[in-house]
């Protein structure tokens, strides 16, 4: 399988898959996490796609290795909310905009070269990845031909809100761990609602289990792949 590194909107970015694919799937990694962190899943899906891995713009040091983040967490704080049992659906993190006006950018830029612009774009990601996914899609002045959103949640309600109707009819593979420690499965379903209600095609995947990617999100993703792939 091809695989070539280029830098788009000034994020390092990895394209793997055939050439000649009519479909482009984005796949934005979680926070702490490397660039490279979901450039496996290229390996497991059958459906004949591009794959594109960008790597978020802000290193992380100390505990993590040099890994990277589309925007800080403040890990005190969620804990603090958890146990409050408040969530953060309605806050915009600082640092959401910032990284929205890059990764714009980044889709703008490999839609215009001549081997995709034609072809069908897919958002998608896990955990942070998912949330960016999600505001990219709401953000652009066309859909999507479809969404993988693995262990993300809902945030920044009232921008995303009043965004949700462009996602009618278009195809969304969500999945969410009902253990998972970091985003609460409760606001997964709540993000569920708001999608079904906004008339998007959601295939929810709930599993057991934690913050992770196991086969129920593969699963999920690969049958909105397939559909999608000529």
Do not use: N
Request: aromatic content about 6%; hydrophobic content about 50%.
């Amino acid at each position: 399988m091809t695989s070539t590194r280029i830098d788009l909107a000034g994020l390092t970015t990895r394209i793997v898959g055939p050439a000649d694919a009519a479909i482009t799937c984005v796949l934005f990694h979680g926070f702490g996490a490397p660039g490279d962190d979901l450039v496996p899943l290229a390996e497991v899906f059958a459906a004949p796609v591009r794959f594109v891995f960008p790597a978020a713009p802000l290193e992380l040091g100390g505990m993590y290795g040099g890994a990277r983040a589309w925007w800080m967490i403040d890990f005190a704080r969620i804990e603090a909310d958890r146990a409050r049992g408040t969530d953060r659906r309605d806050e915009i993190p600082a640092g959401l905009a910032e990284a929205r006006t890059q990764v714009l950018a980044l889709l703008d830029q490999l839609q215009a070269q001549p081997a995709i612009a034609q072809g069908q774009l897919v958002l998608g990601g896990f955990s942070q990845g998912a949330m960016v996914a999600l505001d990219a899609a709401l953000h652009r002045a066309a859909p999507p031909a479809g969404l993988i959103l693995m262990s993300g949640t809902l945030i920044a309600s009232p921008v995303w809100q009043p965004r949700m109707a462009k996602l009618a009819g278009v195809p969304i593979a969500l999945s969410h761990g009902q253990q998972d420690p970091i985003l609460p499965f409760r606001m997964a379903e709540v993000l569920r609602d708001q999608l079904i209600a906004a008339g998007a095609a959601v295939d929810w995947r709930p599993f057991r289990g934690g913050h992770e990617i196991p086969a129920a999100a593969i699963e999920g993703a690969a049958a909105l792949l397939d559909r999608l792939a000529p």
